[in-house]
């Protein structure tokens, strides 16, 4: 099991998850600190924070850490176990040191057969990155499936259970989010958010 669920660290906690409730996604949990919504094809997590520490990080769910961990290894990436900001879970990191984390869920949903990232609704993550072969391979290691390949290096990759994460090519490694329901795109950093 692989999901995409990226997190949105946002010191305009309320106002953003007013954005996703207006978007039409379903809200799964707000605590008032920590919000979870599901897109169909995907979930966005919202963690209220600082302004100076506001930004999208990548993050996934997956059933069993420890079967992850063992198989991401084999295939060539480091990963291990440990807590997550919603629990127990694993941790990834690329090459270049970048990491992201994988908690663990019992969620086993899976989105329509016939769902791609230009359906009704769905969540993408954009990994930039100066190394887009390097997060191509991450992405493959954590049992990612290949889409397509973009112009330039970058490529669109599916999660079994929803979401999908994009490369593209950037100057520094940053997270970019895009969601999209029932017509409607909603952009979530590269030092803007609309």
């Known amino acids: ?18 954005q996703l409730v207006e978007l039409g996604l379903s809200c799964l949990e707000n605590d008032g600190d920590w919000a979870e919504f599901d897109s169909g094809n995907g979930k966005v997590g919202v963690f209220i924070e600082a302004p100076e520490t506001e930004g999208i990080e990548l993050a996934f769910e997956v ?3 420890a079967i992850f961990v063992r198989r991401t290894l084999e295939d060539g990436t480091h990963a291990e176990e440990t807590d997550t900001s919603a629990g127990p879970g694993a941790r990834v990191t690329a090459p270049d ?26 969540v993408t993550a954009i990994w930039r990155t100066p190394d887009l072969a390097a997060a191509n391979k991450v992405l493959a290691d ?7 390949d973009y112009p330039g290096g970058g490529a669109l ?7 999908f994460v994009a490369t593209a090519k950037g100057a520094v490694t940053g997270v970019e989010l895009e969601i999209r329901h029932q017509g409607e795109t909603l952009t979530f950093g590269a030092e803007s958010e609309s």
Request: no cysteine.
């Open 1 to 18: 099991m692989l999901r995409v669920r990226p997190i949105i660290l946002t010191s305009n906690f309320t106002q953003t998850v007013a």
């Open 63 to 65: 059933r069993d850490a």
């Open 97 to 122: 040191g970048f990491t992201f984390e994988l908690a663990a869920s019992e969620d086993l949903s899976l989105p329509e057969p016939d769902a791609d990232p230009f359906a009704p609704s769905s």
């Open 142 to 148: 954590i049992g990612a499936k290949h889409v397509q």
């Open 157 to 163: 990759f599916r999660a079994k259970n929803g979401g």
